[in-house]
């Protein structure tokens, strides 16, 4: 067999093969996508009215400009005056629904700028969001439509009420403690303890911080004590 027809069979087979292994290459980057992005990936192909491809090249751009991003962690302190300041929203809801919800909005936008995400253009950084936190971004962009609406008086009760939850769970994943902050913070108090300057403890575990969040608020929920249904 001479040289030529080698060659020519070998291009062949890579043909072949590359013909074959592609649709599963393609069906994997997609896969990739689904689990990177969550429920994100699905409302972006809606957004697209079902164009996967197209969603898919809106992700993956997402991806090229946001993934190498490293979010600065919270001292205790910060995550202490964080959830304070969160309680204070739901406590406020009580008498003034709609300005509990622009001030979620505003100390949510706070957080997500000291975490380390794009400070300014807002669709920037729900791209970024969507990438390190795809379950719970949409939070972000409904409490901030739902602001927009309220300022303007178009926005019911019910509706603002839905704002504030929806939100608080992309603020519990921001102010909770991530395993970069553990080490960085055990190094702190490890120095304070030196320096005689340690503060004390901060409740910074999961299951503390959803106590503190859902306790006040789901119990007033539940007993229909607040005004508007909140």
Do not use: C
């Not at 962690?73 to 300041?85: C, H, I, T």
């Not at 975490?115 to 920037?124: K, L, Q, S, V, Y």
């Amino acid at each position: 067999m001479s040289t030529g027809v080698i060659i020519i069979l070998a291009v062949a087979a890579l043909v072949i093969v590359a013909l074959v292994l592609a649709p599963r290459v393609m069906q994997s980057g997609g896969g990739g996508l689904k689990r990177r992005f969550g429920p994100e990936y699905e409302r972006t192909v809606a957004r697209h009215d079902g164009d996967r491809k197209a969603a898919e090249r809106e992700l993956s751009e997402r991806l090229r400009r946001h993934g190498d991003l490293r979010t600065r962690p919270l001292s205790a302190e910060a995550r202490e005056q964080y959830v304070a300041r969160w309680a204070g929203v739901q406590e406020q809801f009580v008498d003034s629904p709609a300005r509990a919800v622009d001030a979620a909005e505003r100390l949510l936008g706070e957080l997500i700028r000291e975490r380390g995400f794009p400070a300014d253009e807002f669709d920037e950084q729900v791209a970024a969001l969507s990438v390190h936190h795809g379950e719970h971004v949409d939070g972000y962009r409904h409490v901030h439509a739902v602001a927009a609406r309220a300022r303007e008086g178009r926005a019911e009760t019910e509706e603002l009420r839905e704002a504030v939850v929806h939100a608080r769970a992309l603020f519990e994943e921001l102010v909770s403690t991530h395993p970069q902050d553990n080490a960085r913070h055990r190094a702190h108090d490890r120095g304070a303890e030196r320096h005689g300057t340690r503060t004390p403890a901060a409740g910074t575990g999961k299951q503390r911080l959803a106590d503190r969040l859902h306790g006040p608020w789901a119990a007033r929920h539940h007993t229909g004590t607040t005004k508007g249904g909140a």
